[in-house]
């Protein structure tokens, strides 16, 4: 198995009595966008902090490229990162001098890479700006030029997408996108979880410091589902041809997955010759924020044996 | 370290009470140059531009200058935790150790500046008395203010440029307390508030005979050490200063941000 970008092995933080993380294990791959959520106090931030090497574990390990980011600090050039919402800068100088200042921290970057960047997050013409006088959307898009400055191969995100308007969080997103397309791994902390669901890979859900499931997201999204004139037929069908990898039934459905894109087309023909009509198909929209509050409800119903409504991320409770 | 220590001399003369605590020893002096009531109080006329800088130290040294060291030490870090800047640059390839020693560093210089800036000033102040020779002393002297006879302009500027070098050395470590203490409260009020409170502590703690010549607060007065005693009084700031500064980085190197 290949080393992966970032790693944690039974993570665990407690800040006085309070366990804060509990022996939280992940890995992400290069290309991955791995997305942390849950309620506020979860522990994202404490997770992110400590993978990134700003806060020491109580036990357990962690890794950035295979190394120890709190024993080999050198380990931090692969790394961009944005922990603080809004991102922290120095406020009486420029956009263009706080990038300056981190490319000087960094061993310095190609010329030509901080108007680059500045031109990506739509900064260009405020970069002669204070960043005391930015809005916190602006400081946000700052914050994210200054993560990718260096191209590393590692960006580490916590909730970068807070206090932006539909259209800056479009273009952070894609940046960050782009920077997974080109094998950069991802870790970020988000309660935007319809953005998660259009571009992140796999996603922790975190309640009490626990990390209590982890969702391939890739999977979901090559997901499909139908409704057929006999289910059970078309089941048996399905998981025999090998256009398809995966089929099996909910409710009066068939949720399958292609074995590629291309079989899709497939998958109807298949059907029709075991005699199987299909009256509806659609790509099978994984709804995260109800699977969200499915998880989150029955782990808090497993801890305190009340079973409560829990409100999506942002959503008054 | 050469950007780092760039960086933080940069920021020096951003902060506030940098600003605030050299035009505080840019005003300072012109109390006792143009104070109508220093007869009446001390018992003596000022004679020389060169006693207004002694006069300035001497009351100064005690509290206002360890006062302003104290706090631009302690925000020259707690700007960084109020701004949010020391995870980010910590998120940098950057030790910790590294980057606080340029901290502790520009600390260091700090107290150079000011005194530099507050003999010049005090200096100017003291114009309206002329820079020649004069009958009496600097007040840094071992003769005081009221000397020993006539005084060369050039024996004056000796003993005001060491009395305000031994100064600024001995307000280095309170500069070094100051940061050891922004780092255990992560902010720059604890850290100058723990700073003032343990140079009153000390003060107080001249009630025991034998601890004094030890104290921090007695190298205060390091700036009319008799020559002879200087090695020693200089040795002391050198640990006092050393060890601050080394319970700070490890303190620093352990913290969670």
């Known amino acids: 198995m290949s080393t992966p970008a970032i790693a944690s092995e039974r993570l665990t933080k407690v800040y006085g009595k309070r366990q804060v993380v509990k022996d939280f294990t992940f890995r992400v791959n290069p290309g991955e966008v791995y997305a942390l959520v849950g309620p506020n106090g979860a522990g994202k931030t404490t997770v992110i902090r400590l993978v990134s090497g700003l806060a020491f574990p109580t036990s357990g390990t962690v890794s950035i490229m295979g190394k120890d980011p709190h024993l080999r600090p050198e380990v931090r050039r692969e790394l961009g990162a944005v922990v603080e919402a809004p991102a922290a800068f120095y406020p009486y100088l420029t956009g263009r001098a706080n990038l300056q200042l981190h490319a000087s921290l960094a061993g310095g970057v190609e010329p030509g890479r901080i108007a680059e960047v500045l031109n990506l997050m739509e900064l260009s013409d405020a970069s002669e700006r204070k960043v005391g006088v930015y809005s916190l959307g602006m400081r946000q898009r700052l914050g994210v030029a200054a993560a990718i400055l260096t191209r590393p191969r590692v960006l580490i995100l916590d909730e970068p997408a807070s206090g932006m308007d539909p259209l800056s969080l479009h273009l952070v997103h894609s940046v960050l996108r782009k920077a997974a397309e080109e094998g950069t791994a991802v870790l970020l902390s988000t309660h935007h979880l319809d953005e998660v669901v259009a571009y992140c890979t796999r996603v922790a859900i975190l309640e009490e410091g626990v990390l209590i499931d982890e969702v391939n997201l890739f999977d979901r999204r090559e997901r499909y589902r139908l409704r057929p004139t006999n289910i059970d037929e078309a089941v048996r069908l399905l998981s025999a041809s090998p256009h398809v990898k995966h089929a099996s039934v909910r409710g009066t459905e068939v949720v399958f997955i292609p074995a590629s894109a291309k079989d899709l087309a497939a998958v109807t023909g298949v059907l029709a010759q075991g005699g199987v009509g299909v009256l509806e198909m659609n790509r099978d929209v994984f709804d995260l924020r109800a699977y969200y509050r499915e998880r989150v409800s029955a782990e808090r119903a497993r801890r305190t044996g009340v079973i409560e409504p829990v409100a999506y991320p942002g959503e008054a409770s | ?257």
């Open chain 2, 1 to 257: 370290m050469s950007v780092l220590l760039r960086m933080e001399l940069a920021k020096l003369w951003r902060l506030t009470s940098v600003r605030v605590g050299l035009l505080l020893v840019i005003v300072f002096p012109l109390l006792w140059a143009y104070a109508p009531g220093i007869f009446d109080v001390y018992g003596f006329f000022l004679v020389s531009a060169y006693q207004v800088p002694a006069l300035g130290l001497l009351s100064s040294m005690q509290f206002l200058l360890p006062l302003l060291t104290a706090i631009t030490a302690a925000e020259l870090l707690g700007v960084e935790i109020a701004n949010g800047t020391l995870p980010t640059i910590l998120l940098r390839p950057v030790t910790r150790p590294n980057w606080l020693a340029a901290k502790l560093v520009a600390a260091t210089l700090y107290p150079f500046v000011l005194l530099a800036v507050f003999l010049l000033a005090a200096l100017v102040a003291g114009a309206q008395f002329g820079f020649g020779s004069f009958i009496g002393g600097t007040g840094l002297g071992e003769a005081g203010l009221l000397g020993s006879g006539s005084m060369s302009a050039g024996a004056a500027m000796a003993e005001l440029g060491r009395g305000y070098l031994l100064a600024a050395v001995a307000l280095v470590p309170i500069a070094m307390l100051a940061v050891m203490f922004t780092v255990v409260f992560m902010n720059a009020a604890g850290g100058a508030l723990a700073t003032m409170a343990t140079l009153i502590l000390m003060q107080l703690l001249i009630v025991f005979p034998r601890l004094e010549p030890f104290l921090l607060t007695t190298q205060l007065n390091a700036y009319a050490a008799p020559t002879s005693d200087l090695s020693w009084v200089i040795a002391l700031i050198a640990l006092y200063g050393a060890l601050f500064a080394a319970i700070a980085v490890v303190l620093f190197e352990r913290k969670d941000f």
